[in-house]
C-alpha cells in the first residue's frame, strides 16, 4: 500500500505594522528539506505535525520554514521567497508521484511591505497551480492571529491555538495534522467558514483563564459537540498591533456539514463576544504606585509586568521605564532583561567585578525616554544559549527548545541584576534568568516584558504580579494608536 504523501512548510511572524522596523530576511531563521524533518522533538508546531506524520505512516515532503520573532512589517522579499521554494517544492512533488495533501505550520499575523493579508493570499496561490487546486489543505496557526476570508476560503481545515498563554501549540499541531489524516481516512473534504467580529483587544485582555475568551472557548467546545459534523470551532482572538482591515477578533468553523449550520454558530460566538466586549479592556496599575506598594511587602518575587514592551507582541524588549522605576524607587534584590547588543559590546574585556558607565536601553522606540546612563558593575557574560525549561512554553512553540540570546552580559547596578542580550528573548521561560546565573527565585522583584505569555513560567513562583502602564509600541491603550486601515466599526476605537 503506498503512503500517503503530505507536503510541509511553515511561516511564522507575527508582525507589529506601528513599530518603524523593516523585518528583512536576515531576521528569519530558514529550515530548508531534511531541517524541516529534522525539527522532531524541538517542541515546536512542526514537531506536532511529524508526530502524527509518523503515526499514521506518511511520507513527508518537506519544502522550508521562515520564522522570526514578532517585530516590524515583513520585507516583501522575504515573503516572495518562501513563496518560490514552496511552489518550486510542490510542483516538483506533484510531478515526481503527487501529493495526498499538504500541511502548514502559519501564525497568520503576518504582514509585508506589499500585502496586508500574506497567509491568504499564500494559501490562494497553493490553490492556483494545476494539481493543488483540490489537495486537503490543513494547518495550524497562533490565536492571535488575524483571521481572513481568504483564508477560510483556501483551507479545508486551520486550528487555532486554545490556550493563552500558548501551552498547547505542540498539540494544537496534532489536532491539525489528526484533522487531515481523518479527511484522508474517510474520503471527505470539509470546508472553513470565517467571521470578523467588530472588536479588537489589547493581548493583555485575552488570557483564556480569564474571560471574556474564557467564556468564548467554553462555547467553541460546546458547539463541537453538539454537531458531528463541526470538525473544529476556532477563537481567535486576534493582533491588534496590525493596522490592516481584518485585524481584531474572529471566529471560524470547519465543516461538513451545512453552511447554514456553519453561519448559525458563528453568529452565536459573535453575538457573545459583543456582549462581553468590554471585558476585554485590560485594567493596569500606575508605575510607580505599584512599586510604591511592592517595596512594602516582604518576600517574593513580585513580578512587575510591561505589556508595552512585549517582546512577544513585537517591541524591542528595551525599554526604560521599569529600570527608571526600580532605580527611583530604591528597588533592590532585582532582575530586569533588556535588549540591548550595543551595550554588550561596550562590555568587551570586561572582569568580574569592573565597573563600567553604560548606555543602557532606549534605542528601539521612539516613545520611550531613551537611555540610561549607568555605573554597573559587571558580573559575567556568555553566548547567550540555553535549553527550555517548559517543552510547552510559549517559546517553545515559537523557537523550539533551545534559544540564544546572541552574546549576552549580566551586570549590577545598585541592587539591579541586568540582563543584556544581543536578541530580544520573549520572557516566557525561567531558564533564560538561570542560564546567566540569576535565580528567579532569590529575587525580590523581577521586571517582566511580556503582556500574557509569561504567566506559565512566572505565576508559579510569584508572590504578587502587577501589570503596570509604560510608554511603548504595545500599549493596551489601542485608542493611541495611529489606525488608519482598520475596519469600522470595531469595538473600542470606532
Not at 471566529?251 to 459583543?274: H, M, N, P, Q, Y
Request: proline share 6%; charged share 20%.
Amino acid at each position: 500500500m503506498t503512503k500517503p504523501r503530505i507536503l510541509l512548510a511553515g511561516l511564522f511572524h507575527e508582525t507589529h505594522t506601528f513599530v518603524d522596523e523593516i523585518t528583512g530576511l536576515g531576521e528569519f531563521t530558514i529550515n530548508r528539506g531534511g531541517a524541516v524533518t529534522a525539527r522532531r522533538g524541538d517542541g515546536s508546531t512542526i514537531d506536532g505535525f511529524l508526530e502524527v506524520a509518523e503515526a499514521e505512516g506518511w511520507e513527508v515532503v518537506p519544502v522550508a520554514d521562515f520564522s522570526a520573532l514578532p517585530s516590524g512589517t515583513a520585507d516583501h522579499a522575504v515573503f516572495e521567497l518562501f513563496w518560490s521554494e514552496l511552489r518550486a517544492g510542490l510542483e516538483a512533488a506533484l510531478a515526481d508521484g503527487g501529493l495526498d495533501g499538504i500541511w502548514l505550520a502559519l501564525h497568520g499575523a503576518m504582514v509585508t511591505t506589499q500585502s496586508v493579508d500574506p497567509e491568504g493570499e499564500l494559501l490562494a496561490r497553493i490553490r492556483q497551480v494545476p494539481g493543488a487546486e483540490t489537495l486537503p489543505l490543513f494547518g495550524v496557526f497562533d490565536l492571535h492571529a488575524t483571521f481572513t476570508a481568504a483564508m477560510a476560503k483556501n483551507a479545508n481545515g486551520l486550528v487555532a491555538y486554545r490556550e493563552n498563554p500558548h501551552t498547547d501549540a505542540n498539540e494544537s499541531a496534532v489536532r491539525s495534522a489528526q484533522l487531515l489524516a481523518r479527511a484522508l481516512r474517510e474520503g471527505v473534504l470539509p470546508h472553513m467558514l470565517a467571521r470578523n467580529a467588530p472588536i479588537i483587544w489589547a493581548p493583555t485582555g485575552v488570557g483564556t483563564a480569564d474571560r471574556p475568551m474564557r467564556d468564548l472557548e467554553a462555547l467553541a467546545r460546546q458547539i463541537e459537540a453538539e454537531n458531528s459534523e463541526i470538525w473544529t470551532v476556532n477563537v481567535v482572538a486576534g493582533y491588534s498591533f496590525s493596522d490592516i482591515p481584518d485585524a481584531g477578533v474572529a471566529f471560524s468553523v470547519t465543516t461538513t456539514g451545512s453552511d447554514a449550520d456553519a453561519k448559525a454558530a458563528l453568529d452565536r460566538l459573535e453575538t457573545l463576544a459583543i456582549e462581553l466586549r468590554e471585558l476585554g479592556i485590560p485594567t493596569e496599575w500606575d508605575l510607580d504606585a505599584a512599586l510604591a506598594e511592592v517595596k512594602t511587602l516582604s518576600g517574593g518575587p513580585y513580578v512587575i509586568v510591561e505589556p508595552s514592551d512585549n517582546i512577544g507582541g513585537g517591541a524591542p524588549g528595551d525599554c526604560t521605564p521599569v529600570l527608571r522605576g526600580f532605580l527611583r524607587h530604591g528597588i533592590t534584590n532585582a532582575a530586569v532583561a533588556i535588549a540591548d547588543a550595543a551595550a554588550v559590546r561596550a562590555l568587551e574585556g570586561a572582569k568580574p567585578g569592573d565597573k563600567r558607565t553604560l548606555s543602557i536601553g532606549g534605542k528601539g522606540s521612539r516613545l520611550d525616554p531613551g537611555p540610561v546612563e549607568l555605573e554597573v558593575s559587571f558580573v559575567s557574560r556568555s553566548d547567550g544559549a540555553f535549553t527550555l525549561e517548559d517543552r510547552n512554553s510559549h517559546l517553545a512553540a515559537m523557537q523550539g527548545i533551545h534559544y540564544n540570546m546572541g552574546p549576552s552580559a549580566v551586570v549590577e547596578a545598585n541592587g539591579i541584576k541586568i540582563l543584556l542580550s544581543s536578541r530580544k528573548t520573549p520572557p516566557f521561560d525561567l531558564g533564560q534568568l538561570r542560564s546567566q546565573g540569576i535565580i528567579p527565585e532569590e529575587l525580590s522583584v523581577i521586571g517582566v516584558k511580556a503582556a500574557v505569555a509569561h504567566r506559565r513560567a512566572y505565576d508559579k513562583i510569584a508572590k504578587g504580579s502587577y501589570t503596570v502602564t509604560t510608554p511603548g509600541p504595545c500599549t493596551s491603550a489601542l485608542k493611541t494608536l495611529p489606525y488608519q486601515r482598520l475596519r469600522k466599526p470595531v469595538f473600542p476605537i470606532s
